[in-house]
């Protein structure tokens, strides 16, 4: 078995059915044999960025890593932003590059380059991946590639990095004692006494508390405890705020489920995490657009708890919280079991709903003229025609718009990239969930710039038939930035709005071989919907929408989560 064979076969063997690429020659040997083995697509790619948002998103919906190949050089560099969204937003992914053979590296040498296309992309990946190492030897690849798998799973999940020469992709190794079975990871336990003192200190807060909440993070998506999350929440009657991921975990029909927190949350959502008088964190961040900029006064009248599985997030911006650095897969179930059921007031939970009635977020942007985005979310998720799976959204304000207003029903998911927050995602990272969903229905909702980013993939989903119903919010401008630049540019806007530029999307989807239709006004909503969720395959629907929406409302600097522009 050569080193390429024995990699098909290894991936196979750890559920991975299907990888993304772009072809170069540095990777010929590899792709090579991943189709002799025949058991793994190959879903080639029109831009290695693409591909490597594709593995992303396969691996959020299919819980396996994530893998995407590239060549060397441009290749290889070219999945830098993918890698980079792997690792910020916790996302499990090996990502493997060719690379030259090794007579051709300039390592140890003063030249830049000896062979065509070299790049050291092991260092230029190293600081956004949990590993990233160069083959150095054939049979070393029974030791790394398992031992990648495992780093991309184990701990807090992220991006691994394998870049493998390609003169060492044709030796022979020896596998006759390799044991192929799929990797394991158990994350231990906390000490004893350290779980012990936690859930001590948590019932002592539950049997006193009126107010109590909880804020539910990427952490809960990841581990898979999004059941164990719900059953928490409905057992120990606790409402449930969530950060840009955590929508989701717990279904809009749920009363539990409270709404988005952050610099573009709901109201209510926002107002429940500044008014609890008991915070429960779990697998969540506390950065500035979570939690805002004053840690003091967000802090204050709260006991705080925080569990998460990377120590550094605790503590972090909030000081002096009780803290548990765990695995919640392994804590979730226990706190079932040895918490008791909270002592909150009847008039929490009535309170939440009455300022979510009184504030609805459908009305937020009720000034702007034709439609209302906010309104348009709510409209397609909850409409009964809606067979999704899931969906996925891109960044800036057509993801505050679907945070916001998205209807999820039971069993649908929510995927978008929270942290990295690249233009680009949506339609790349859509089409590896559906495949990863055995081609599910998922409707992908995108902004007029970050479609541009990568719109040459709408040939991938014409070619592979993927039923993704794809939104295109069309407000000509970069409307987040845009916005932005109205605050403190003092109303100069290049680059979002007076030099940027959009073409005709529905012209755009019809070359690509997909059915394609165009919103304009309010009163065309209802059968413009039913229209572009009917019927299999994919379609495109342009929706023209007002370049003054912006995304409201918002948590300005200086101003705390209850205080949110337009005040109120």
């Known amino acids: 078995m050569t080193v390429s064979e024995f990699i098909a076969e290894y991936l196979y063997s750890q559920g991975v059915d299907c990888i993304f690429e772009m072809i170069g020659g540095m990777t010929v040997r590899l792709l090579d044999a991943i189709y002799r083995h025949g058991g793994i697509k190959i879903i080639s790619m029109h831009h290695e960025q693409a591909a490597a948002f594709a593995a992303c998103g396969w691996a959020q919906v299919k819980g396996v890593p ?55 992309i092991v260092s230029i990946a190293g600081p956004i ?61 906390p000490p004893a006494e350290a779980l012990d003192g936690f859930i001590d200190k948590l019932n002592a807060e539950l049997s006193e508390a009126r107010r109590p909440l909880m804020l539910l993070g990427t952490g809960v998506i990841r581990s898979h405890t999004e059941k164990e999350a719900r059953r928490f929440a409905e ?30 949350g709901n109201r209510w959502a926002n107002r429940a995490l500044a008014h609890c008088d008991l ?95 906010n309104a348009f979310v709510y409209k397609i998720s909850s409409s009964e025609n809606n ?25 649908q998911y929510y995927i978008t990239t929270p942290c990295m927050g690249s233009m680009g995602f949506a339609l790349p990272a859509a089409v590896g969930a559906s495949i990863a969903d055995a081609g599910a229905e998922i409707i992908v909702v995108a902004g007029d710039g970050g479609m541009q980013c990568n719109i040459q993939e709408l040939e991938v989903i014409n070619r592979l038939a993927l039923p993704l119903k794809i939104v295109v919010m069309k407000n000509n401008a970069l409307a987040t930035v845009r916005q932005f630049q109205k605050e403190i540019c003092g109303g ?40 572009f969720l009917a019927g299999g395959g994919p ?19 200086g101003h705390n989560l209850d205080d949110m522009f337009p005040f109120k």
């Open 235 to 264: 057992e120990k009657q606790i409402p449930a705020v969530y950060s840009w991921h955590g929508k989701g975990i717990i279904s809009s029909e749920c009363k539990w489920s409270v709404g988005l927190t952050g610099t573009n």
């Open 129 to 189: 991946t949990k590993m990233s190492v160069q083959l150095q030897k054939a049979q070393d690849i029974t030791t790394l590639l398992p031992d990648a798998f495992k780093t991309a799973l184990g701990g807090r999940p992220g991006p691994v990095l394998l870049d493998v020469p390609m003169n060492l992709q044709k030796e022979e190794i020896d596998c006759s004692c390799f044991d192929f079975s799929p990797v394991e990871v158990n994350n231990p336990l």
């Open 279 to 373: 915070l429960i964190i779990l697998g969540s961040r506390t950065d500035v657009r979570q939690i805002g900029a004053n840690t003091d006064v967000f802090s204050q009248n709260k006991t705080i708890f925080h569990i998460d599985i990377d120590e550094a997030e605790l503590n972090n911006r909030l000081k002096n919280t009780n803290t548990l650095c765990a695995d919640l897969k392994n804590i979730l179930p226990l706190l079932i079991e040895r918490t008791n059921k909270s002592s909150a007031s009847a008039e929490w939970l009535a309170g939440i709903i009455k300022d979510k009635e009184e504030n609805p977020d459908t009305k937020e942007l009720s000034h702007i003229s034709g439609i209302n985005p």
């Open 66 to 120: 994530g893998v995407a190949l590239a060549t060397s050089g441009p290749g290889a560099t070219n999945l830098v932003t993918g890698i980079g969204t792997a690792y910020f937003d916790s996302i499990p992914a090996v990502f493997i590059t060719g690379q030259v053979n090794q007579n051709e590296l300039s390592t140890g040498t003063k030249c830049r380059q000896i062979g065509f296309q070299e790049t050291d």
């Open 539 to 557: 379609a495109l629907l342009e929706v023209a929408v007002d370049k003054e929406a912006g995304a409201y409302p918002k948590m300005q600097f």
């Open 492 to 531: 100069r806007l290049p680059g979002s709005d007076w030099t940027f530029g959009a073409p005709d999307f529905v012209k755009v989807g019809k070359a690509y071989g997909l059915r394609s239709d165009r919103l304009e006004r309010p009163e065309e909503m209802d059968e413009k919907i039913k229209e």
């Open 387 to 411: 067979g999704a799976s899931g969906y996925v959204s891109g960044v800036g304000t057509n993801r505050t718009w679907v945070s916001q207003s998205l209807w999820l029903k039971e069993g």
